[in-house]
């Protein structure tokens, strides 16, 4: 198993799609190995980012194997297995478990259905003993609905197969579950605007979407970090930070799909109800980006 020691930045990769919706295989590795190139040291497959939930069981199944081969052991994979549902993601998470060049697997606080902490508790617990990898849990309260609290978090640490958090909220939480969880507990922002100050603070770094497209500017950023160039450091994550929230600035992953298009990697269209971006989002987005107006338009 590949451990995420040392992996600060890791790419919550996006799927990529035919003409046909079909999962693209040759624009997903031609993609893995640019980001790999640009400085990405993990990656999520099977994320937000990578519209899992319009993905049938047997995608899923067959995404996370095929990654497995593209990566070959290069990197560690986390791959996603969360639902809203214990008994499914029990039962996806311990049959992904199998999957060779998966290390680890994502799975998301229930969604829809508000669990108290109580209820997290629960279902994360019953989700770590069906695995035989262990699981990261992902806290990101603007897509489920309910905050998953510090407290809970801490808790959940001690349970040896739970090995890290994906955290979506403030850089004061990240402070917190690093002073307050084991030092072998992986805690990852996944917000991009967090990447250099999570690091600062302890963290083990970002799950990032804007790595797709920056990945070399976030790479050079945490080497400047770890060099203690802070001036270097900070001035990249100053002009990182518009372009990160341009990424945002329709639903996840349409930006970044036509960035990515625009740039030859041929990732095809979002799977609705995630639209791909017309002729006009385009352009507000590539202005966003400090590129030409035109430079998306298909």
């Known amino acids: 198993m590949t ?11 996006i799927t990529p799609f ?50 497995g081969q593209i990566i070959g052991g290069r990197v560690p994979v986390i791959a996603g297995t969360g639902s809203n549902n214990t008994r499914e993601t029990a039962a996806l998470t311990k049959e992904v478990s199998e999957i060779q060049g998966v290390d680890y697997e994502l799975v998301v606080v229930p969604y829809y259905n508000k669990p108290s902490q109580r209820g997290m508790i629960a279902h994360f617990t019953a989700v770590a003993d069906a695995a035989e990898k262990p699981i990261i849990i992902y806290n990101i309260p603007g897509r489920t609905g309910v905050t998953m609290a510090n407290e809970t978090v801490v808790t959940l640490s001690q349970n040896p197969k739970i090995a890290g958090v994906k955290q979506c909220t403030s850089i004061e939480d990240i402070e917190f579950l690093v002073e307050h969880t084991p030092d072998d507990f992986y805690v990852y922002s996944g917000e991009d605007a967090q990447a250099l100050s999570a690091r600062v603070v302890g963290g083990a770094g970002v799950i990032s979407v804007a790595s797709h497209i920056y990945g070399d500017q976030i790479r050079t950023m945490y080497d400047a970090l770890y060099a203690g160039d802070l001036t270097k450091a900070g001035g990249l994550k100053r002009q990182l930070t518009p372009k990160m929230a341009a990424l945002f600035m329709f639903p996840s992953p349409s ?20 639209q791909s971006l017309n002729e006009e989002e385009s352009r507000q987005l590539a202005v966003a980006l400090g590129m030409d107006e035109d430079a998306l338009v298909k």
């Open 3 to 13: 451990t995420l020691d040392n992996v600060d930045l890791m790419t919550a990769i």
């Open 18 to 67: 035919d003409e046909n919706d079909n999962i693209n295989y040759d624009a997903l590795e031609k993609l893995t190995n640019h980001l790999i190139d640009t400085g990405s040291k993990g990656f999520v497959i099977g994320g937000t980012t990578g519209e899992t939930p319009t993905l049938t069981h047997d995608e899923k199944i067959e995404l996370y194997t095929r990654f």
């Open 255 to 274: 930006p970044v799909k036509a960035v990515l298009n625009a740039q030859g990697y041929g990732v095809g269209d979002c799977r609705l109800p995630i």
